[in-house]
């Protein structure tokens, strides 16, 4: 199985900062990543797939890229809704695996 | 736009099989995509269950060790799963999403993610 590791596991902000989220895979999975969004009790939302290309609907603050083994969220301008916890997904090879996520709450 | 939403018993009992179904409105499931389960134990990570697809195949994780079995219903719109034996390492939260799939950069490996999900459905395993 391809073990994804994400870093930090928790961080804290403010809003208006910059925060930039780490996803390391146990092999290379070209751009096979993607990264989901939860909020306490709700679902995960699809934020970013194909490791750098934007759901529709979801604001461009949002920038995944990376490629490989290495690859990285960025959120430019935290917003109070973007407090959440959030994980990367890969889909290169079954069985697909999350990162353990990363929690990023108010400073 | 598609919505999904998860149903079935909350309780289960050790050494039971766990049936939830996964209602599917506002697309039908015979048009294409594929279907996942993911899980999330309390307090814990995502996990990856299985995937069904349009054509009724499907892939389930290794490390269900043969306990699941994924199918579709399409004359109901649905898709179900099903996962013999449980424990309470079981107990989680059960989502059911939509797995879409796009032309990727290596040849014959497309690209895909799950978007949406439903809301998820709380089943607890305990005597």
């Known amino acids: 199985d391809i073990q994804m590791t994400q870093s930090p596991s928790s961080l804290s902000a403010s809003v208006g900062d910059s925060v930039t989220i780490a996803c390391r895979a146990s092999?290379?999975?070209?751009?096979?990543l993607n990264w989901y969004q939860q909020k306490p009790g709700k679902a995960p939302k699809l934020l970013i797939y194909a490791a750098s290309s934007l759901q529709s609907a979801v604001p461009p603050r949002f920038i995944g890229s990376g490629s490989g083994t290495d690859f990285t969220l960025n959120i430019s301008s935290l917003q109070p809704e973007d407090f959440a916890t959030y994980y990367c997904?890969?889909?290169?090879?079954?069985?697909?695996?999350f990162g353990q996520g990363t929690k990023v709450d108010i400073k | 736009q598609v919505q999904l939403q998860e149903s079935g018993p909350g309780l289960v009992k050790p050494s039971e099989t766990l049936s939830l179904t996964c209602a599917v409105s506002k697309y039908s499931l015979s048009n294409g995509y594929y279907w996942g389960w993911i899980r999330q134990p309390p307090g814990k990570g995502l996990e990856w269950i299985g995937n069904v697809y349009h054509t009724g195949s499907t892939s389930y994780s290794p490390s269900l060790n043969g306990r699941v079995t994924i199918s579709l219903d399409t004359s109901k719109n649905h898709f179900s799963l099903k996962l013999s034996s449980v424990t309470a390492a079981d107990t989680a939260v059960y989502y059911c999403?939509?797995?879409?799939?796009?032309?990727?950069?290596?040849?014959?490996?497309?690209?895909?993610?799950?978007?949406?999900w439903g809301q998820g459905m709380l089943v607890t395993v305990s005597p």
């Open positions: 997904q890969q889909s290169y090879s079954t069985p697909e695996t």
């Open positions: 999403a939509r797995g879409e799939m796009v032309r990727g950069t290596i040849p014959g490996k497309r690209f895909n993610w799950f978007d949406p």
């Open positions: 092999q290379s999975i070209s751009r096979y």
